[in-house]
């Protein structure tokens, strides 16, 4: 059974960097035929997906975040990273890693992120 747990903090002042971990269980982000991803909810809105890593380590961001979004892994403890820099109380949402396999799934059960004074 795969799992994903997303973990970090919860409150973030603007202008920081936002840093976000997501340990993965019961499969390998180097295991071939899948990459390793985040969404987010912002509050009254549809999900937006931020970006992904691939098995190979490569990553792939969302334009209009590309600029400020950073994905990375750490294979030893299977996990991977995000970070979102300059952030803004736009940037206050539900966070979420995910597998891509035919499909997001599964989730993490998200964490929610609060960017304020």
């Known amino acids: 059974q795969v799992q994903l747990q997303e973990s970090g903090p919860g409150l973030v002042k603007p202008s920081q960097t936002l840093s976000l971990t997501c340990t993965v269980s019961g499969d390998s982000i180097t295991a071939n035929g899948a990459v390793w991803g985040w969404i987010r909810q912002p509050p009254g809105k549809e999900p937006e997906w931020m970006g992904a890593?691939?098995?190979?380590?490569?990553?792939y961001y969302n334009p209009s975040l590309m600029n400020r979004t950073s994905i990375s892994r750490d294979t030893s403890k299977n996990q991977f990273t995000l970070q979102l820099s300059s952030v803004a109380p736009r940037d206050t949402a539900v966070y979420y890693c995910?597998?891509?396999?035919?499909?997001?799934?599964?989730w993490g059960q998200g964490t929610q992120v609060t960017v304020s004074a």
């Open positions: 995910a597998r891509g396999k035919e499909g997001w799934s599964p």
């Open positions: 890593i691939d098995t190979s380590g490569s990553s």
